[in-house]
């Protein structure tokens, strides 16, 4: 940085100017990126922001029109987090500035606790949004200080906020799902564990079926364990009809057909899938759990029929659920779903229609970083063993190699 400490304020500015003109083509360099983000990162009572909300955020936004690559965003939040912690800055720094406030006050004791709720769930919300369009990383450390905030309220004496429990149970599950991604098992397991505690004394057993369908899945994929998959599936299955939404029921017989299938329990698998359509038929606008639809358990469905030797049915069903994973938020999902696709093709005995779909498959893995689609892209490769010395594979590989492994 000697450089630019020795650069004259016009030299900057003009460097500046050229950045905000339309014609110049100019991008910030990758010093001038540094001293940025530690500009925006800091607030104007000279704290630290780096939230969703932040000037900080607004610069990464920035920064990606400028063409910066997710790799080099991510190394940025991290160098910026990380200067902030060895300035003594603690995780609750990193919050929106009037939910850092609310927090900090809501600790000296001088406000209603109730008011810190809403601002810590906007911000769970807001980052269970960014997931499959920002690296998982990034929003661990954006979550990391509510869930540090969610342990300092839930340890003050006295009467809790009635809404800290369900605040605490979804910060804790989407933590669970991010360690998950990021290959710290143990984390996630233990955030689960927590989560589910949270939302045990809740009367509505909805939110607690929902965060044991995610531990079902993310227990398969880190442990491969079927037999305790299926204990915490079945678990899912009871708080499920013990709750509210029809959405959650349709969601958690659909996980725990899954894990029936994958098991080899194909009679179970379709009793399961059969309950989750009936339940389907039940849902209605006023969900309080929206978000799990007849399109969405197709792709259970497809998956199901897939494990049974279905082909046929498998691909019907996988080909219209992935028409409707069109949002970011689904990018993740559209990962899973066009992988299974591909593997369906290749059972029906197209490998190059199988590679095609592959292809995209890996781009989707690529982008979003998801773990259960990297696994998914490697079952399907393997599964193409017998046409490893077709030009068509060779070209697969490459694109695996440079996409997944050789990053």
Request: charge should be negative; charged fraction near 25%.
């Amino acid at each position: 940085m000697a450089s630019l400490a020795a650069s004259q304020r016009s030299s900057i500015r003009r460097a500046v100017a050229r950045w905000e003109s339309i014609d110049d083509g100019t991008n910030p360099g990758e010093r001038y990126q540094v001293v940025l983000a530690h500009v925006y990162a800091s607030t104007p009572t000279g704290q630290v922001g780096l939230g969703p909300g932040s000037d900080f955020e607004l610069l990464l936004e920035a920064f990606r029109y400028f063409d910066v690559t997710s790799p080099r965003i991510q190394e940025i939040v991290e160098v910026i987090a990380t200067c902030a912690g060895a300035e003594g800055t603690d995780l609750a720094m990193l919050l929106q500035p009037a939910t850092r406030a609310s927090v900090a006050t809501a600790e000296l004791g001088r406000s209603n606790l109730d008011e810190v709720i809403p601002s810590l769930h906007e911000a769970v919300v807001s980052i269970d949004r960014q997931v499959g369009a920002q690296p998982f990383v990034r929003l661990q450390l954006q979550l990391a200080p509510v869930v540090d905030a969610c342990r300092l309220l839930a340890s003050q004496s006295g009467r809790r906020p009635a809404d800290l429990p369900t605040l605490a149970a979804a910060a804790f599950a989407l933590a669970a799902r991010l360690a998950f991604e990021t290959r710290d098992d143990e984390a996630a397991m233990g955030f689960y564990a927590e989560a589910t505690q949270a939302a045990g004394g809740l009367k509505d057993r909805s939110l607690r079926a929902m965060i044991r369908t995610s531990h079902t899945m993310v227990t398969l994929h880190a442990t491969g364990d079927h037999r305790l998959a299926r204990e915490i599936a079945r678990a899912a299955t009871v708080d499920a009809h013990r709750g509210s939404s029809y959405a959650v029921r349709a969601r958690a017989h659909a996980v725990h057909a899954e894990i029936n299938a994958r098991a080899g329990q194909s009679r179970d698998a379709a009793e399961a899938i059969s309950r989750a359509w009936t339940t389907v038929d039940q849902l209605s606008m006023d969900d309080p759990h929206q978000g799990f639809d007849g399109e969405r358990l197709r792709g259970f469905d497809g998956l199901c029929a897939l494990h049974a030797g279905d082909a046929g049915h498998a691909h019907s069903s996988l080909e219209r659920s992935l028409e409707s994973l069109r949002t970011s938020r689904d990018a993740v999902q559209r990962g899973i779903v066009t992988s299974d696709l591909a593997l369906a093709r290749l059972k029906l005995g197209d490998p190059r229609a199988c590679v095609a779909g592959l292809h995209d498959a890996i781009d989707v893995a690529s982008a979003t970083g998801g773990r259960v689609a990297t696994q998914r892209v490697r079952l399907v490769r393997q599964a193409l063993r017998p046409w490893r010395t077709e030009d068509f594979v060779a070209e697969l590989d490459e694109h695996l190699h440079d996409a997944l492994i050789g990053r």
